[in-house]
């Protein structure tokens, strides 16, 4: 093929490549840069032509390869839309349905109407008919049987368990059940 049968064959067949590529998805600008490397690509390697009749499929295949070429090497990059409110998963509201389901009944109304409701001491006392200090006993053991089944610790000083043998002794002698705690840490 002679260097003017090419320039008549671009002529014809460079409108003919760049539909190729847009029927293959190419946007119509990327498949004109295509179709224009193809057929510079052609030109450079004219020599591997057998078939002269046969130049337009031969270019249209290279711009095929070129195109995939050019896939393989870009990451596949998307934008996304952006949504109105991002769905958010509420992490303390599912530790706190989990910490509540380890509670018994009534430790769980104490710690749900004081902490989640925001009721006080006193509410939670004249609504279930209780002495405030037997609320506060109640959210004190509350929360230390939650402590230690979810695997915390309570550490204890020589002072605190001298206290609570000294309550439980007190307590014993008076024939109530004794209430231990650490007078530190409430």
């Known amino acids: 093929m002679t260097r003017e049968e090419y320039g008549q064959a671009y002529q014809k ?46 270019m249209n295949s290279i711009a095929l390869n070129i195109h995939r070429s050019y896939i393989r090497r870009e990451p596949l990059l ?11 998963i509420n992490l303390a509201a599912i530790d706190v349905r989990r910490i509540l389901k380890t509670c018994k009944t009534n430790d769980r109304m104490v710690l749900q109407r004081h902490y989640l409701e925001g009721f006080k001491v006193q509410e939670i006392a004249q609504e279930q008919g209780w002495t405030e200090t037997a609320v506060r006993i109640r959210l004190l053991r509350a929360r230390r049987t939650v402590g230690k089944r979810l695997g915390r610790k309570y550490p204890e000083s020589a002072a605190a368990q001298k206290l609570a043998a000294a309550n439980a002794s007190a307590a014993a002698a008076v024939g109530v059940e004794p209430v231990i705690e650490n007078a530190v840490a409430a």
């Open 78 to 88: 998307q934008t996304l839309p952006e949504l109105a409110t991002p769905p958010r």
């Open 13 to 58: 067949g460079f409108n003919l490549t760049v539909r190729f590529l847009v029927s293959r998805g190419l946007a119509y600008d990327a498949a004109q840069e295509t179709a224009q490397a193809a057929w510079v690509k052609g030109w450079e390697r004219l020599g591997q032509l057998r078939d002269s009749s046969m130049v337009l499929t031969w």
